[in-house]
């Protein structure tokens, strides 16, 4: 089954110097049909007043009126998701549930216990509405929680790719022209994937030709991280990362495995 992927813009962070594309970082989730169904991958982050509250942080759109209003962008109401696909619990990618009370939501369940005691580094990503709601809604119904890599869908799969987090998952979708990573924060910006490239990085380095650089946040070794990188490049074609404003708008319609490739 080929499906097709909408990216949705679901607000941005400001956050000074902890990118090295800028100031300013994209936060982004994906919606995908295979023709029938809907699906969500990540569910978009808290509005620029809760961002402001909770974190003291500074952001531009967010929470339900954003990921509503780039749903609608695509003819698509809230209530048309039947599954959501959490890549994991960080406040920026799995909030706004409320808009979706009939939807399954899929998660790893060695995330969902993380989320209750992370690594101490990564306490500030995760928030009670990122993971209380969970346990309110039915089982397996409204959340099905899974144990490593899975089928969900025919042509949809998640892997487990622990990394940035331990219980990590990446979304891997059949297309016409071949399998899309979303890999989400799993190497967030292109220069994650390819450091030697200067299409994808400022700070092209010839030593990391054909390695990765895995981001500052992770719960997990470098070793580990790389090596899920690896691993999802066995399956996907291209990868899609979650926080770079150079990624396509529409697969397979838009192609490319790095940021201004000829497609
Ligand atoms: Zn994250």
Redo the contacts with the bound molecule.
């Keep these: 089954m080929n499906w097709r992927i909408h990216t949705l813009s679901t607000g941005d962070l400001l956050l000074p110097g902890f990118h090295e594309s800028g100031d300013v970082i994209p936060t982004h989730a994906w919606a995908l049909t295979d023709g029938t169904r809907w699906v969500l991958v990540d569910s978009g982050m808290p509005s620029e007043a809760e961002m402001r509250a909770k974190w003291k942080v500074e952001a531009r759109g967010g929470g339900a009126d954003m990921l509503r209003g780039a749903l609608a962008a695509i003819s698509v109401k809230p209530e048309q998701i039947g599954m959501i696909v959490l890549t994991?619990l960080?406040f920026?990618?799995a909030w706004n549930f409320e808009l979706f009370p009939q939807a399954q939501i899929v998660v790893q369940r060695t995330e969902l216990f993380h989320a209750i005691d992370p690594v101490p580094t990564q306490r500030i990503?995760y928030a009670k509405p990122s993971y209380l709601p969970l346990l309110d809604r039915r089982r397996p119904a409204g959340l099905r929680l899974i144990d490593g890599d899975m089928e969900l869908l025919p042509g949809l799969s998640v892997m487990l790719s622990p990394g940035?987090?331990p219980g990590m998952q990446v979304a891997l979708v059949q297309t016409e022209r071949g399998t899309v990573g979303l890999v989400?924060?799993l190497g967030?910006e292109y220069s994650a994937w390819f450091p030697a490239d200067p299409r994808a990085t400022k700070h092209p380095s010839n030593a990391m030709r054909g390695s990765f650089r895995p981001g500052s946040?992770r719960s997990e070794s470098e070793m580990v991280y790389s090596g899920s990188m690896a691993r999802v490049l066995t399956r996907a074609a291209i990868v899609v990362p979650a926080h770079d404003d150079r990624i396509p708008r529409m697969m397979p319609d838009q192609w490319w495995s790095v940021p201004n490739e000829a497609v």
């Design positions: 994991h960080h920026d990618h990503y940035h987090t989400a924060d967030e946040i």
